[in-house]
């Protein structure tokens, strides 16, 4: 069965610092990923996300994502966190073929400090 | 509508009531979702929707747990005899079907078992 593992539960970077988020998935097939972001009393929002093609994919506020078949990895990165960064991010796996749902992970809360 | 709409946002029942969760979805959308969101928890799978086709039920976690979808727009949750541990933000998301479809989400409904 389909699954995604979020390691990290909670991380803290300073305002400014690089982020890195990971993202561990299992899936039988060729999956489609995604991340998304909720921010506090906010819905989930899609930073980006992953079908085919380049690798390295850019989202919205700045995260791009990399795909890493053989690392079944899709990491999220952005190059400097700016406060309104802090928010809960998931990541999604989903298959090509239709007829199936989207699997999330537990999620990673992204504190920022000054 | 513009974006995924759910009502109402906010529940709070008695155990052992049944409550029934709505969904209106993104129009043209024919795929649906819900999930469930614990306090400090990632979003559990419940149920999907696509189209006429069958719905996958394979989240839902206990018989008191039903959904219904009329055709290709509004869904709804139905929890029998609740119990505490039912209190949660119940989300619904929808989607085109297609390669790499984003799933939109709504604001969720969150439920209090009292």
């Known amino acids: 069965a389909q699954s995604v593992t979020q390691p990290d539960i909670h991380i803290t970077v300073s305002e400014g610092a690089s982020l890195e988020l990971r993202c561990n998935y299992s899936?039988?097939?060729?999956?489609?990923l995604f991340w998304y972001v909720q921010s506090p009393g906010q819905g989930l929002q899609l930073l980006l996300k992953?079908?085919?093609?380049?690798?390295l994919v850019q989202g919205i506020k700045g995260f791009e994502a990399e795909f890493k078949r053989s690392q079944s990895s899709f990491n999220l990165r952005k190059p400097s966190v700016h406060w309104s960064d802090a928010a809960e991010y998931f990541c999604?796996?989903?298959?090509?073929?239709?007829?199936?749902?989207?699997?999330f992970g537990k999620g990673t809360t992204l504190s920022v400090s000054s | 509508g513009a974006g995924v709409s759910q009502s109402p946002s906010n529940k709070v029942t008695e155990k052992g009531k049944d409550v029934e969760l709505r969904c209106d979805p993104i129009?043209?959308?024919?795929?649906l979702y819900w999930y469930r969101q614990r306090l400090g928890q990632g979003l559990e799978f419940l149920i999907y929707?696509?189209?006429?086709?069958?719905?996958?039920k394979s989240g839902l976690p206990s018989d008191r747990f039903s959904a219904e979808r009329t055709g290709e727009s509004v869904s709804t949750l139905t929890i029998q005899r609740t119990q505490q541990e039912d209190s949660a933000v119940y989300l619904c998301?929808?989607?085109?079907?297609?390669?790499?479809?984003?799933?939109?989400f709504g604001q969720g409904t969150r439920l209090t078992v009292v």
């Open positions: 998301a929808s989607s085109l079907v297609g390669q790499g479809a984003e799933a939109f």
């Open positions: 899936y039988g097939a060729t999956p489609y």
């Open positions: 992953y079908f085919s093609g380049d690798t």
């Open positions: 999604a796996v989903g298959a090509h073929q239709a007829g199936t749902a989207l699997i």
């Open positions: 129009s043209g959308h024919t795929a």
């Open positions: 929707f696509q189209g006429n086709s069958a719905p996958d």
